[in-house]
């Protein structure tokens, strides 16, 4: 799976530290605007208030607080956290995740974790002490930053969703390690992960290497298609005792689309010299695959094994005709329609105006049939014309010659 490096110029590539302070971004001296910080600020207002139990500490409440819904959780038992001696087969790590924010948490941690995304800076990582003394406070954590800016999520800070060898105690074999999205073949996700539910296919889930001189996981029918977790760790501690293979699907493809909006919007803000590259061809990527065009197919009928998919859309805005681009398809491709939802997030609509522009320009182009390339056959006319319909109806923001083009 190829994950996207560098961008190499003429001159050295601006390293990811460089990019990330640079003044136009100023990642770590701004004051972020994302769900999490709104949260804490009303929070050390007394305008809201956390409730602690002796459970799961402040999980329920947090989730609640930021609209993050209980029905997202997937379970990963790699140890793939800075939590990692907690984190095992025995004791997976839980996540949970809405548009904007992903939380995390392990069961007898000290803290829990957050990933919010600012419209402007990218993705904010905070902790939450899950200690009852004192009132809750979220925390801004900086070391997050080393771990989470890479290749895997295009050199800013962002979310990536890694499958790996792991053995029996959850240690992954870092050489063999993949990130994965929309794009990757399904028999290479989920390494790592538990995943429930039902499908045609076969992945890396559920799976863990039991030869210490093979790190191939064994995959058998009993981690393809596995009826319970229960037998694998005490699942009555958690929130749900599933982790709901469409809620991974949708993980997967959310992270890499907010990290390219993240990438995009910063090589705007500091100039083509800067950041190494074309605008245009950082944009033209974005646009790939916020369109699907490199989706590997998915071994359909897939169905999660909690209500996830049944209320995944219940917020998306509708067209006239009642279409959403949150409906899922989830037989051979994730959603009906070939456009992520994430268009109408606070991120999209963060990015600087000359990007949106340029977006919109080139998603026109494609869904248009003007560009007429093979790359785009894939992308049938019945679809594209049903994007652009529902752009129409649910984006206000869409340029005039889209929405003109579409009614006449």
């Known amino acids: 799976m190829a994950v996207l490096g560098c961008f190499v110029a003429a001159e050295q590539p601006i390293s990811p530290t460089s990019l990330r302070e640079h003044p136009a971004i100023a990642y770590s001296r701004s004051a972020p605007n994302d769900p999490v910080a709104l949260l804490n600020a009303r929070l050390q207002k007394g305008e809201v208030t956390l409730e602690h139990d002796s459970r799961s500490g402040y999980l329920s409440a947090v989730l609640d607080a930021l609209k993050v819904p209980a029905s997202s959780q997937v379970l990963v038992f790699s140890k793939t956290s800075f939590q990692a001696a907690r984190i095992s087969p025995r004791n997976p790590r839980a996540l949970y995740f809405n548009d904007t924010v992903s939380v995390g948490w392990v069961r007898g941690g000290d803290v829990l974790e957050f990933a919010a995304q600012d419209p402007r800076l990218g993705t904010i990582f905070y902790t939450l002490d899950q200690a009852t003394a004192g009132p809750p406070r979220f925390v801004r954590n900086a070391a997050c930053v080393q771990c989470h800016t890479s290749e895997a999520t295009l050199d800013v800070p962002g979310m990536f969703a890694a499958s790996v060898y792991p053995d029996q105690n959850g240690t992954a074999q870092y050489s063999l390690l993949y990130s994965t999205d929309h794009r990757t073949p ?3 996700r989920w390494g790592g992960w538990y995943v429930t539910g039902h499908h045609q296919g076969r992945h890396l889930g559920n799976a863990v290497s039991t030869d210490p001189n093979d790190a191939n996981p064994v995959v058998t029918p009993a981690t393809l298609h596995p009826e319970r977790l229960d037998d694998r760790f005490d699942a009555a501690a958690y929130p749900l005792p599933s982790s709901d293979i469409v809620a991974l699907l949708v993980m997967e493809h959310q992270m890499r689309m907010l990290n390219l909006m993240t990438r995009v919007g910063w090589e705007a803000r500091v100039g083509e010299a800067i950041a190494g590259r074309p605008l245009q061809k950082g944009i ?11 989706e590997a197919p998915l071994p359909g009928p897939i169905a999660g094994a909690s209500t996830f998919a049944r209320h995944f859309a219940d917020d998306a805005p509708r067209d006239r005709a009642g279409r959403s681009l949150k409906d899922l398809d989830l037989r051979d491709r994730l959603f009906r329609y070939p456009c992520s939802y994430l268009i109408d997030s606070k991120p999209f609509d963060g990015m600087p ?13 494609i869904l248009s049939g003007r560009d007429t390339s093979a790359r785009y056959a894939p992308l049938d006319a019945v679809r594209r014309r049903a994007v652009l ?13 889209i929405k003109w083009t579409v009614s006449g």
């Open 186 to 188: 399904f028999d290479m």
């Open 284 to 294: 033209d990527e974005l646009v790939d695959y916020l369109l699907f065009v490199d």
């Open 353 to 365: 105006a000359e990007v949106r522009e340029r977006v919109f320009a080139r998603m026109f182009e």
């Open 389 to 401: 319909e529902i752009l129409r109806d649910t984006k206000p923001e869409l340029p005039d010659y």
